[in-house]
């Protein structure tokens, strides 16, 4: 039986993130992430996430997933729920796109 996806919108995702309550996995390719990635977020691409790559999580800290648009970070939790179903795994909805629509703050360039 597969485990829905649970999506969080942006402002959430900044609120949790601000207050360290969890982890952001950017699942996009490195040129993507050097052309602009939210600050907190660590690089890890959709062909090379692992269960055993996440980092080590504070007690009841939640992961977070993004990638452009949502479909990517989508597969990963699917692959990582596969392994580890107990991961508290988000999808952050409308990925990086809808972040800066949003207004929220980006690094651009390398």
Same mark, same amino acid.
Request: contains cysteine.
């Given at each position: ?9 942006? #402002?959430?995702? /900044?609120?949790?993130?601000? *207050? ?7 699942? *996009? ?7 602009? *990635? ?30 452009? *648009? ?8 699917? /692959?990582?729920?596969?392994? #580890? ?5 988000? #999808? ?19």
């Amino acid at each position: 039986m597969q485990q829905a996806i649970i999506e969080l919108d942006p #402002n959430t995702a /900044k609120m949790w993130l601000d *207050r360290q309550e969890a982890i952001l996995i950017d699942v *996009r390719e490195p040129s993507e992430y050097e052309e602009v *990635r939210i600050s907190q977020s660590i690089l890890m691409p959709l062909g090379e996430i692992t269960a055993d790559k996440m980092p080590h999580l504070k007690a009841e800290q939640k992961i977070i997933v993004h990638c452009a *648009r949502g479909a990517r970070s989508a597969k990963a939790i699917e /692959k990582l729920k596969l392994v #580890n179903p107990e991961l508290p795994l988000y #999808n952050l909805a409308g990925g990086i796109t809808h972040w800066i629509q949003l207004g929220l703050p980006v690094i651009k360039g390398a």
